[in-house]
């Protein structure tokens, strides 16, 4: 299984971006797919996810209101647009799979079972 991440890049501070990721392999299997990211000096930290049973959506304090997470189940696709962006949001980010997550552990990155290697998003201020 491999998740490719792509749509990174330099912007400036305000502009929007948007986030690629493509799952595949044969053996993949998901009922979640989220965004993660991590930005020098700290911690992994949860953005995004969305269940694709209901097609429910969860974000992060901090990018609620500016980013949106979508995704097409039958292409093991998912996407993250992001708005209104600001230096804060710098980092690498990384997309995941979990073939069995329970919604309490969906802000838990060692809930997830598959991470693509994480495309840089830098926001020049």
């Known amino acids: 299984v491999q998740l490719q991440a792509s749509g990174g890049g330099l912007v400036q501070a305000g502009d929007s971006l948007r986030l690629s990721c493509v799952a595949s392999g044969r053996d993949f299997r998901s009922n979640t797919m989220g965004w993660f990211r991590q930005a020098p000096g700290r911690e992994r930290e949860f953005v995004a996810a969305i269940r694709w049973s209901g097609g429910y959506t969860y974000y992060a304090d901090s990018v609620k209101g500016r980013f949106t997470i979508s995704g097409e189940k039958g292409k093991n696709t998912v996407f993250l647009q992001m708005n209104s962006l600001s230096s804060e949001d710098t980092a690498v980010y990384y997309c995941?799979?979990?073939?069995?997550?329970?919604?309490?552990?969906?802000?838990?990155?060692?809930?997830?079972?598959?991470w693509g290697k994480g495309t840089l998003v830098t926001v020049s201020s």
């Open positions: 995941a799979s979990a073939a069995g997550l329970i919604l309490s552990s969906i802000r838990r990155h060692s809930a997830y079972d598959y």
